[in-house]
């Protein structure tokens, strides 16, 4: 007999400015192959799948993760409207170079928490920290920038993120597309929230309450 358990599959919307690298991060979450010389075309619309173990034991989950084309600065962000619907989570990414990317993200929030009913669902943001590495040597500008005791101006942008990811409740987290490791967390925190452990069956207590119901009748 087969007896294979299959888990559920969640949809999962990943969204934010045009090129903070939404579809490097996926590439190289699923596949692996992403390097600073990989070339990579503007997204129109891509569906992956990742099947995630999430270190419960049990059967691994399956997430698709939708990859949609990202939306242009300037006027209000907004999402197009079938994003609002058949998500299970959303992952929104920016770019802590980019103070622009990260405002957006807060227009596409409002824009969620309207449309999404009474449902739960779970939202994580991620600073794709492009290829700034710790043993990288300052560049001349930040250079420059510490001499005049002034702060990095990346540093106040993901200050100014883990403020407000904070405020609102959502989980924060700073990868880098060129790592591959900087990107478990996050999808197994999100596929784990979009998979609760199954709660036991309620029957035996309500056999219990059953039973002494009978006792105090008799
Ligand atoms: N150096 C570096 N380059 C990156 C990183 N992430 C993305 N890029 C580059 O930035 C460019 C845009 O990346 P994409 O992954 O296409 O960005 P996107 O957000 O999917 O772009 P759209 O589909 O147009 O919205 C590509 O040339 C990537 O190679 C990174 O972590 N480090």
Same mark, same amino acid.
């Given at each position: 007999?087969?007896?294979?358990k299959?888990?559920?599959?969640?949809?999962?919307?990943?969204?934010?400015?045009?090129?903070?690298?939404?579809?490097?991060?996926?590439?190289?979450?699923?596949?692996?192959?992403?390097?600073? $010389?990989? $070339?990579?075309?503007?997204?129109?619309?891509?569906?992956?799948?990742?099947?995630?173990?999430?270190?419960?034991?049990?059967?691994?989950?399956?997430?698709?993760?939708?990859?949609?084309?990202?939306?242009?600065?300037?006027?209000?962000a907004?999402?197009?409207?079938?994003?609002?619907?058949?998500?299970?989570?959303?992952?929104?990414?920016?770019?802590?170079?980019?103070?622009?990317?990260?405002?957006?993200l807060?227009?596409?929030?409002t824009?969620?928490?309207?449309?999404?009913?009474?449902? $739960?669902?779970?939202?994580?943001?991620?600073?794709?920290?492009?290829?700034?590495?710790?043993?990288?040597?300052?560049?001349?500008?930040?250079?420059?920038?510490?001499q005049?005791?002034?702060?990095?101006?990346?540093e106040?942008?993901?200050?100014?993120?883990n403020?407000?990811?904070s405020?609102?409740?959502?989980?924060?987290?700073?990868?880098?597309?060129?790592?591959?490791?900087?990107?478990?967390?996050?999808?197994?925190?999100?596929?784990?929230?979009?998979?609760?452990?199954?709660?036991?069956?309620?029957?035996?207590?309500?056999?219990?309450?059953?039973q002494?119901?009978?006792?105090? $009748?008799?």
């Amino acid at each position: 007999m087969l007896t294979a358990k299959i888990g559920k599959v969640s949809k999962v919307l990943i969204c934010g400015a045009k090129g903070v690298g939404k579809t490097a991060l996926l590439e190289q979450l699923i596949y692996g192959n992403i390097t600073l $010389e990989s $070339e990579i075309h503007p997204t129109i619309e891509d569906i992956y799948v990742a099947s995630v173990d999430t270190g419960r034991g049990g059967p691994r989950e399956t997430l698709r993760i939708y990859d949609s084309a990202g939306l242009f600065q300037g006027s209000k962000a907004q999402l197009p409207r079938h994003y609002l619907y058949f998500p299970d989570g959303y992952v929104l990414v920016y770019d802590p170079t980019d103070p622009q990317s990260l405002d957006m993200l807060a227009d596409i929030k409002t824009d969620i928490d309207k449309n999404k009913e009474k449902k $739960e669902v779970p939202i994580i943001v991620l600073a794709n920290m492009r290829s700034k590495r710790k043993d990288t040597p300052p560049s001349p500008t930040q250079q420059a920038q510490m001499q005049n005791n002034q702060a990095d101006p990346v540093e106040l942008i993901l200050n100014r993120a883990n403020a407000w990811c904070s405020r609102e409740r959502i989980k924060h987290y700073t990868v880098n597309a060129m790592e591959r490791p900087s990107l478990y967390e996050p999808f197994i925190n999100m596929c784990a929230r979009l998979h609760p452990p199954q709660t036991k069956s309620t029957f035996p207590q309500l056999r219990q309450v059953m039973q002494k119901t009978q006792k105090t $009748e008799a």
